[in-house]
């Protein structure tokens, strides 16, 4: 099997103002192989399933992807080098006030001298573009946590809905107690969980940063995080504390490790 070409893009999402006078952008696409590699550009409308897994949907009439015209849509990046990608956001009708989305596919087109050497996995990678029109309100509710232990694992989830016209994520961090020793919800805090100025109390027996999936607008999702369950069994609060949107937002759920 010949593996996929090595190729990185930057930035990994835009946000656009669709109210101003253009709304203009581009993506670089770097090849780190020591090969050429032709690509194809595609743009597609897309949500998340149930899953949070990645699906492309039909186009709408207020889908981004229709208003979206991107150049060079075929090239070929030699090896160490890039290529710039350039778009323009240009809306066929009004936007409605609000979130609308589309991503942007880089596929590589395969060589068909490559392809008589063997079976060859081609890449496919997406940067997702957000454009935003009139009032725009990103909302959302936390309507629980819960957590589980499956062997050495513990899952944490988080039940999340957006109740805006735009997009929510979770940027927030958990941590993990015991709970004689949980602090109380109201002096969790920010931490800093790298480097020298590392500041988790020692009497937290792990902490990190939530996963920061989007959950679009009138939709409903359970974002799942598997950690690495504490070693000393027990009862444990595991904590959350951050930004849910442009709001603050707190939470916890008792585990009993075992």
Do not use: C
């Amino acid at each position: 099997i010949i593996p996929p070409a090595q190729i990185s893009a930057s930035p990994a999402r835009i946000t656009l103002d669709l109210d101003g006078p253009s709304a203009n952008g581009s993506i670089r696409l770097q090849n780190l192989g020591d090969k050429p590699v032709s690509v194809r550009t595609q743009v597609s409308n897309f949500r998340l399933d149930e899953e949070n897994r990645l699906e492309e949907i039909p186009p709408t009439p207020q889908s981004l992807d229709q208003w979206i015209v991107i150049n060079p849509v075929d090239f070929t990046i030699p090896a160490g080098q890039q290529q710039v990608v350039r778009f323009s956001v240009r809306p066929r009708t009004r936007p409605a006030p609000g979130e609308h989305r589309a991503m942007v596919f880089f596929e590589e087109v395969p060589d068909p001298a490559a392809i008589e050497e063997g079976v060859r996995v081609n890449f496919r990678m997406g940067v997702a573009i957000y454009g935003l029109a009139g009032e725009t309100v990103s909302r959302g509710q936390l309507h629980g946590l819960e957590a589980r232990q499956a062997g050495d694992v513990i899952e944490l989830a988080a039940d999340i809905e957006s109740l805006g016209n735009a997009l929510v994520r979770l940027e927030a961090q958990y941590s993990i107690w015991p709970r004689e020793q949980f602090p109380g919800e109201a002096n969790i805090r920010q931490y800093t969980l790298t480097g020298q100025q590392r500041n988790v109390p020692e009497t937290a027996v792990a902490a990190g940063p939530t996963p920061s999936t989007p959950v679009f607008p009138e939709t409903r999702r359970t974002i799942r995080f598997p950690r690495e369950k504490p070693q000393l069994p027990g009862d444990d609060i595991i904590a959350i504390h951050g930004k849910l949107g442009e709001e603050a937002v707190t939470g916890t759920v008792t585990l009993t490790i075992r």
